[in-house]
């Protein structure tokens, strides 16, 4: 399926949809969540999908994705990262379609109330890996279909 929501959701089996399959969602953060950080459901080829492993969203060197635990997004303890459990930063990346619907923010923390609904699996996610992103972003995109 296309979209990242539902594969997630039929991974975890909570059976929610909350995206069409014909959205591309994608990820924007930083102030104003005006970087652009990835397509969550683009094919794992696609040069700016962080399914891809070789391209600058889904590399787990590179400084303009969320998995370099060294750097801005991927940083665990930056307010700034999806990655960090405590944070309620407005700079945490948004998860929104190409249609401008605002899904939440794409973070693993379960408690903030505007995060996407799919936050706990997330948490889990990481949780389950120990916190390496590299594997994270592996075992996301294989849920989601699209390789790694």
């Known amino acids: 399926?296309?979209?990242?929501?539902?594969?997630?959701?039929?991974?975890?089996?909570l059976g929610v949809c909350l995206n069409p399959v014909w959205a591309k969602t994608m990820l924007f953060g930083g102030a104003g969540n005006k970087e652009y950080l990835g397509c969550?459901?683009?094919?794992?080829?696609?040069?700016?999908?962080i399914c891809?492993?070789?391209g600058k969203y889904g590399n787990e060197f590179s400084s303009e994705g969320?998995?370099?635990e060294f750097a801005g997004f991927g940083?665990?303890?930056?307010?700034?990262?999806p990655w960090n459990e405590?944070?309620?930063?407005r700079?945490?990346?948004v998860l929104v379609d190409d249609k401008g619907k605002f899904f939440g923010y794409f973070t693993i923390n379960t408690s903030r109330h505007d995060a996407v609904s799919f936050a706990p699996a997330l948490y889990r996610l990481f949780k389950a890996h120990n916190g390496n992103l590299e594997k994270v972003r592996v075992a996301l995109c294989s849920a989601l279909g699209k390789g790694s």
Not at 1 to 13: D, E, K, P
């Open 66 to 68: 969320l998995f370099n």
């Open 91 to 93: 700079e945490v990346p």
């Open 1 to 13: 399926m296309r979209s990242f929501i539902t594969a997630v959701a039929l991974w975890l089996g």
């Open 40 to 49: 969550l459901d683009c094919s794992e080829f696609a040069p700016d999908s």
């Open 75 to 81: 940083n665990e303890f930056a307010s700034k990262s």
């Open 86 to 89: 405590f944070s309620t930063s």
């Open 52 to 54: 891809n492993g070789f």
